[in-house]
C-alpha cells in the first residue's frame, strides 16, 4: 500500500477512480440481480405464494441450517437467472434491421450505468471522495444522461421492424419525453433554495437545513411519478404492456439481448432512486446526528455513511416494486394527461412560489 | 496536460466533421433513419468540445437539449413517416435554392463570429464564480434584451406548432 504515495497525483486520480468505477459497477449488477429476487419474492408475497424457494447449488448441504434457509429465501436465484439467459439460444429474426437490433440493447444499459458517475454515495474514505465524478453540472449530466436511454427503446422498435415493438417504441418516445419535461422542472426549485447543480453541495444544504423532502413535498412527488414512467414502470409501462403488445419494444429479443433490457429497466431504477435520494433524502446524511451529518472523520463512518445510502436506496427500490404488484396500468390518453395537464403546470407553479418566497424573505 | 488535451481536441473534431459528413453523405445507406443516428453522434461530440472548454453547462445542456429531445422527435416523425426510396430522391427547385441560401448565411455569420472573436487569453482569466453562475449573469444581465427576444421566438414556434395540429379552430 506504501507504493500508492511515491505514485504522481494524476496517476493515483487514474488508479483511485478506475477502482471506484470497478466497485460501483461491481455492486450496481449486483445489486440489479438481487433487485429481480426481491422483485419476485415480493410478487409472490403480494400474491400469496411462495416465490422462488428451490434453486440450491451443491455445496448447501454442507452447511446445516443456514443452507436450506438460504435456499428458500432464493438467494441462489439471480445466479441461476443469469446463467439461463447466457444459455439460451439468442435467435435474431430474419426481418429485423440487424445493425440497430444489435445496437438497442447495448444503447438501453450503458446511460443507465452512466447516471451513477455523478452520485455521491458517501462523504469519504480516507481522504478520497465517494463519487466517481464531482461534476459541477451533476444533476444536469444525470438528465442529459437519463435522456439518452430513451434511444435504445426507438432503436429497439425500429430495428424489431414488427408491428408490436414499433408500437411500443412510439409509446415509449412520448411517454419519455414528457415525463423529462415534468421531471426536470420539478428539480429547479431545488436550484433555486442550494444555488447550485452539483450534487455534493446539495447533500451539504440538506445536511445543514433539514432534507428537501420536507421543503419542496411537491417537487418529490413530481419527481417520484415521474421516474415511475422514465423507468416504464406499472403503472406506467405503456411501452410493453403485454395485455395489447405482447412484450412491446422487447417482444422480438432473447437470451441476453432480452436480459439487457431487462437489465437496463433495474440499473434505471437503481439509479432514479439514487437521485431521489441525493435530491430529497439528503443522501449520505441523517439529521440530529453530528457524525452523520458531517463528512466522516474515519473509515468506520465513511462505511457507515455508505450504508446509510444503501439503506434509503433500498427504501426506494421496495417502494418501486410495491407500487408495480399494487396498481393497475393507467390508459394512454390518462397518461398523456397526467403529464401534461397536471404536472407540468404543477412544477411550473412550485418554481414561480419557491423562486418568490426565495426572493421575498431572502433578503 | 496540453497534449492529452489537443490530442482530445482533435480526435472529437476530427469524428464531429466525420459524423457530420456521414449525417449528409452515407455511402452505405440512405437511410433517414441512420443520417439522424449520426446527427445524434455529432452532436454528442460537439458537446466534449465543449467539455474540453471548460463549459459544462453547455455540454450538458447540449445533449439534454438536442440529443434527448430533439433528435428523438425527429426520429419519431421520419419512421412514422416511413419515406419511399423515390420520393427522397425528388428535389424541389426552390427548396434547394433557400436551402443554400440559409446554408450560406450561417456560413457568413460563423466565419464572421470567427474572425471577430477575441481570445480568451487577452480577455480574462478563470471566472471566480461557477460558470454556471456566470453564464445565468450574462444572459439575464448584459445580454437581456436578445435572451427575451429569443424566448419570445421560442414561444411563437411554440404556439404556431399546437395551431397546426389543431383540426377545428374556434
Same mark, same amino acid.
Given at each position: 500500500m506504501e507504493a500508492i504515495n511515491y505514485l504522481n497525483p494524476t496517476a493515483q486520480m487514474i488508479l483511485f477512480s478506475a477502482l471506484k468505477i470497478g466497485v460501483v459497477f461491481g455492486v450496481v449488477m449486483t445489486a440489479v440481480a438481487y433487485a429481480v429476487l426481491v422483485e419476485r419474492k415480493v410478487s409472490a408475497w403480494i400474491q400469496n405464494r411462495v416465490g422462488p424457494n428451490r434453486t440450491a447449488p451443491f455445496f448447501i448441504n454442507y452447511l446445516p441450517v443456514i443452507g436450506p434457509l438460504l435456499v428458500r429465501?432464493?438467494?441462489?436465484?439471480?445466479?441461476?437467472?443469469? %446463467?439461463?439467459?447466457?444459455?439460451?439460444?439468442?435467435?435474431?429474426?430474419?426481418?429485423?434491421?440487424?445493425?440497430?437490433?444489435?445496437?438497442?440493447? =447495448?444503447?438501453?444499459?450503458?446511460?443507465?450505468?452512466?447516471?451513477?458517475?455523478?452520485?455521491? #454515495?458517501?462523504s469519504n474514505l480516507g481522504s478520497e471522495k465517494m463519487v466517481i465524478a464531482d461534476l459541477n453540472v451533476g444533476i444536469l449530466y444525470t438528465f442529459g444522461i437519463v435522456s439518452l436511454g430513451v434511444y435504445g427503446i426507438v432503436l429497439a422498435g425500429y430495428g424489431s421492424n414488427s408491428k408490436y415493438p414499433f408500437l411500443g417504441s412510439i409509446r415509449s418516445t412520448a411517454q419519455m419525453i414528457s415525463y423529462e419535461i415534468a421531471m426536470g422542472m420539478s428539480v429547479i426549485p431545488i436550484f433555486i433554495l442550494t444555488e447550485s447543480l452539483n450534487l455534493s453541495d446539495i447533500i451539504r444544504y440538506q445536511a445543514e437545513n433539514g432534507w428537501m423532502i420536507f421543503k419542496q413535498p411537491l417537487a418529490f412527488v413530481i419527481f417520484l411519478i415521474a421516474s415511475f414512467a422514465e423507468t416504464n414502470r406499472l403503472p406506467f409501462d405503456l411501452p410493453e404492456s403485454e395485455s395489447e403488445l405482447v412484450g412491446g419494444y422487447h417482444t422480438?429479443?432473447?437470451?441476453?439481448?432480452?436480459?439487457? #433490457? #431487462?437489465?437496463?429497466?433495474?440499473?434505471?431504477?437503481?439509479?432514479?432512486?439514487?437521485?431521489?435520494?441525493?435530491?430529497? %433524502?439528503?443522501?449520505?446524511?441523517?439529521?440530529?446526528?453530528?457524525?452523520?451529518? %458531517?463528512?466522516?472523520?474515519?473509515?468506520?463512518?465513511?462505511?457507515?455513511?455508505?450504508?446509510?445510502?444503501? =439503506?434509503?436506496?433500498? #427504501?426506494?427500490?421496495?417502494v418501486f416494486i410495491w407500487v408495480r404488484w399494487m396498481l393497475p396500468r393507467f390508459r394512454y390518453d390518462q397518461l398523456m394527461d397526467l403529464g401534461w395537464r397536471r404536472f407540468i403546470p404543477l412544477a411550473l407553479a412550485n418554481i414561480v412560489v419557491t423562486a418568490l418566497v426565495v426572493a421575498l424573505f431572502n433578503n | 496536460m496540453p497534449q492529452f488535451t489537443d490530442l482530445f481536441f482533435y480526435a472529437l473534431?476530427?469524428?464531429?466533421?466525420?459524423?457530420?459528413?456521414?449525417?449528409?453523405?452515407?455511402?452505405?445507406?440512405?437511410?433517414?433513419?441512420?443520417?439522424?443516428?449520426?446527427?445524434?453522434?455529432?452532436?454528442?461530440?460537439?458537446?466534449?468540445?465543449?467539455?474540453?472548454?471548460?463549459?459544462?453547462?453547455?455540454?450538458?445542456?447540449?445533449?439534454?437539449?438536442?440529443?434527448? !429531445?430533439?433528435?428523438?422527435?425527429?426520429?419519431?416523425?421520419?419512421?412514422?413517416?416511413?419515406?419511399? !426510396?423515390?420520393?427522397?430522391?425528388?428535389?424541389?427547385?426552390?427548396?434547394?435554392?433557400?436551402?443554400g441560401l440559409s446554408t450560406l448565411a450561417i456560413a457568413g455569420t460563423l466565419v464572421a463570429s470567427i474572425v471577430k472573436t477575441i481570445p480568451v487569453s487577452q480577455t480574462a482569466g478563470r471566472l471566480a464564480e461557477g460558470e454556471t453562475k456566470a453564464l445565468g449573469r450574462l444572459l439575464f444581465e448584459s445580454h437581456i434584451l436578445p435572451f427575451e427576444i429569443l424566448s419570445v421566438l421560442l414561444l411563437v414556434a411554440m404556439v404556431g406548432a399546437i395551431l397546426i395540429t389543431k383540426k377545428d379552430l374556434r
Open positions: 429465501l432464493g438467494i441462489f436465484q439471480p445466479a441461476a437467472d443469469g %446463467l439461463k439467459f447466457l444459455l439460451k439460444e439468442d435467435f435474431t429474426p430474419s426481418y429485423v434491421r440487424k445493425v440497430y437490433f444489435w445496437l438497442a440493447p =447495448a444503447i438501453t444499459v450503458i446511460p443507465a450505468l452512466l447516471t451513477v458517475a455523478v452520485i455521491p #454515495f458517501g422480438e429479443y432473447s437470451s441476453m439481448k432480452f436480459a439487457l #433490457f #431487462f437489465l437496463g429497466e433495474y440499473a434505471n431504477m437503481i439509479a432514479s432512486a439514487a437521485m431521489m435520494v441525493t435530491l430529497f %433524502l439528503g443522501g449520505w446524511t441523517l439529521p440530529f446526528i453530528d457524525a452523520l451529518n %458531517l463528512p466522516a472523520s474515519s473509515l468506520l463512518l465513511g462505511l457507515i455513511h455508505i450504508g446509510v445510502f444503501f =439503506a434509503k436506496m433500498a #427504501f426506494f427500490m421496495i | 473534431a476530427g469524428l464531429t466533421l466525420l459524423f457530420g459528413f456521414l449525417t449528409v453523405l452515407n455511402p452505405l445507406s440512405r437511410s433517414p433513419v441512420t443520417s439522424a443516428m449520426f446527427l445524434v453522434l455529432t452532436i454528442l461530440c460537439m458537446a466534449g468540445l465543449f467539455v474540453l472548454l471548460h463549459a459544462f453547462f453547455l455540454a450538458a445542456v447540449q445533449i439534454l437539449v438536442y440529443a434527448g !429531445a430533439v433528435m428523438v422527435v425527429f426520429l419519431f416523425v421520419i419512421m412514422l413517416l416511413d419515406l419511399k !426510396a423515390d420520393q427522397r430522391r425528388h428535389f424541389n427547385k426552390i427548396a434547394v435554392g433557400l436551402g
